[in-house]
């Protein structure tokens, strides 16, 4: 039962546009969502995150979008940059509405693997 | 500020054997994870912490213990280790709130 998906395994754009990164969850409980950045043979870096009573947040270059009613939520980067080039995950917990341990658990997504080129 | 280590960063084990994988942050976070990635499969939790004392599973803790007896270390270990075994082993730590899971580097397990 894969609660979070992200169903492009990879996504390619010129350097200059945008990347969009979409990421899709089932369960309602979830009430907090996080983008990480994974280089090769590296530990998943933050981003970016959002509550479930925010809609949008913004930091710098990164955008993250969230829509409740279709349990849907995107990264939007702008402008993209070589160096953007990794593996991007979303993952969600249910921190809030489930109780405080809950917050400790996190599900991923499978991962977008971003190209951006020069 | 070192952040989240774990050791060994690779590690070749026999079907069988046993083993305890390090983690240690320096960031006095209480919540701290340890993932497992697979090709495909994204990252999967094996178990968390809360707090020193406090432990639970995640989605696939099978073949796995912890313990959390200091707020800084989170070892997870190895009972008996098998094939399906292998793979990139991630230590996590956050202090919770709307902050993000800090990631340690990884361990490669190979269990041949």
């Known amino acids: 039962d894969q609660q979070v998906k992200q169903n492009s395994p990879s996504l390619s754009v010129q350097e200059g546009r945008i990347s969009i990164l979409n990421c899709d969850y089932t369960?309602?409980?979830?009430?907090?969502f996080l983008w990480y950045k994974k280089y090769p043979a590296e530990g998943p870096t933050f981003l970016i995150s959002i509550s479930s009573i925010k809609d949008k947040n913004e930091d710098g270059r990164f955008t993250v979008f969230l829509n409740k009613s279709a349990k849907h939520l995107s990264l939007h980067i702008v402008p993209s940059q070589p160096g953007d080039s990794a593996v991007y995950f979303c993952?969600?917990?249910?921190?809030?509405?489930?109780?405080?341990?809950?917050?400790?658990?996190?599900?991923f997504g499978q991962g977008t693997i971003l190209t951006v080129h020069p | 500020n070192a952040g989240v280590t774990q050791t060994p960063k690779f590690q070749v084990l026999k079907t069988g054997q046993s083993m305890t994988l390090q983690c240690a942050q320096d960031m006095n976070h209480e919540y701290m994870s340890w993932y497992r990635q697979d090709p495909g499969m994204g990252l999967r939790l094996i178990h968390y912490s809360v707090g020193a004392g406090i432990t639970d599973q995640g989605e696939v803790p099978n073949g796995y213990n912890v313990s959390r007896s200091t707020t800084e270390d989170f070892p997870l270990r190895l009972l008996s280790a098998a094939p399906s075994q292998t793979s990139v082993y991630f230590c996590?730590?956050?202090?919770?709130?709307?902050?993000?899971?800090?990631f340690g580097s990884g361990t490669r397990l190979t269990v041949v």
């Open positions: 996590a730590s956050s202090r919770g709130g709307s902050y993000g899971y800090t």
């Open positions: 369960n309602s409980m979830f009430d907090y």
């Open positions: 993952a969600a917990s249910a921190g809030t509405n489930a109780g405080g341990t809950s917050y400790g658990k996190l599900t």
